[in-house]
């Protein structure tokens, strides 16, 4: 479903909001990590959709945007109207009237009118990010599949679980890489972050944004995301993404993101959740499938080893047991 509204938005938003910003924008966007999906300097409109899901809330902003513009001029054009034809010189005598039973069926009907008009996509758009898409059977036949992690959100930290090919199944924590240059010990924990960073991926440490472990996901590929909180409500967000969801304690919440690019997409913990709030970034790379897979194989050797954060929750062998029930049942019938 898409809006005959696409079009009109860089008519519409960049006109109405961005017009005043647009030069010192130019200029701010030089200022970060090429390609990243990240605040600018005097971003004034969304980050650039990266997911199907993030094109509908682009959509839905726009069709809002007009409503609420011509709502706006409409309600000016009236006060105007009342200033210039009502006012003391012109209209000595005020008129009585109180009631006008017309206008007044009209003013309560026209906004349930615009509210419905509002509602309709609104929902459309809510049940569109609560579960993953089904795959079609072109994708089912190309080995497509619907892969799922989960992000776990505690004080104050990510962390993030995911299952390899052959069944095992790990989870690593992602911590903030730098939080600032003032004081002397994040300033220490800056410079080996960005150390690190220029010899992975050369390029600078993203401050308050970049993590040690990031999560990783293949291009392309439907990912079911279920999110929930260790210890308090957290909420996980890539506002590139469209994807925002509180991870809350004993519940498991759930939403989906296909990214249609590689890249680096960025977002933060979005429910106040104690001292270090400021301090969870979500860091997110995403890469093609080949680079993908290996990354999960080295993610497994981490969780093997324990190292860096990694660790294994559930070991390969006792998952093939575990999937193939039927031959076990065999094997102890024949004893
Ligand atoms: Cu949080």
């Not at 990240?38 to 945007?65: S, Y």
């Not at 513009?69 to 200033?83: A, E, H, N, R």
């Not at 509602?119 to 036949?141: G, I, N």
Request: charged share 20%.
């Amino acid at each position: 479903m898409t809006f005959p509204f696409r079009l009109a938005r860089n008519a519409a938003s960049a006109l109405l909001i961005r017009a005043g910003f647009g030069m010192l924008m130019i200029v701010g966007a030089g200022a970060s990590a090429a390609g990243a999906a990240q605040p600018e300097p005097w971003q004034t409109g969304f980050q650039k959709a990266a997911t199907p899901v993030m094109e509908r809330v682009d959509d839905f902003h726009d069709l809002l945007l007009i409503i609420i513009s011509l709502i706006s001029v409409f309600v000016l054009v009236l006060l105007i109207m009342v200033v210039v034809r009502f006012r003391e010189s012109k209209n000595p005598t005020p008129s009585k009237t109180t009631h006008n039973l017309m206008l007044e069926v009209a003013w309560t009907v026209v906004p349930v009118l615009i509210l419905v008009v509002i509602a309709v996509p609104s929902f459309r758009l809510l049940y569109y990010t609560d579960k993953a898409p089904k795959l079609t059977r072109a994708e089912v036949a190309a080995g497509k599949k619907i892969m799922t992690v989960k992000a776990t959100g505690h004080q104050w930290y990510w962390s993030y679980e995911y299952t390899t090919p052959e069944g095992g199944k790990l989870r690593f924590e992602s911590r903030i890489a730098c939080r600032g240059y003032i004081d002397p010990e994040n300033r220490r924990e800056c410079q080996a972050a960005s150390k690190r960073m220029q010899d992975k991926y050369a390029r600078k440490v993203v401050r308050l944004l970049d993590v040690d472990n990031e999560m990783v996901l293949p291009v392309s590929a439907t990912v079911r995301l279920y999110v929930t909180g260790a210890d308090v409500i957290h909420s996980w967000t890539i506002p590139a993404s469209g994807a925002k969801i509180d991870a809350v304690p004993g519940q498991t919440n759930e939403t989906w993101v296909r990214f249609a690019k590689p890249g680096w997409f960025y977002g933060q913990c979005s429910e106040i959740c104690g001292k270090d709030h400021a301090f969870m970034p979500i860091a997110l790379r995403v890469v093609s499938e080949e680079e993908y897979q290996a990354w999960l194989a080295e993610a497994w050797n981490k969780a093997r080893e324990e190292s860096d954060g990694f660790s294994v929750i559930r070991a390969p062998e006792k998952t093939a047991l575990r999937q193939a029930p039927a031959a076990a049942i065999e094997t102890a019938g024949k004893q």
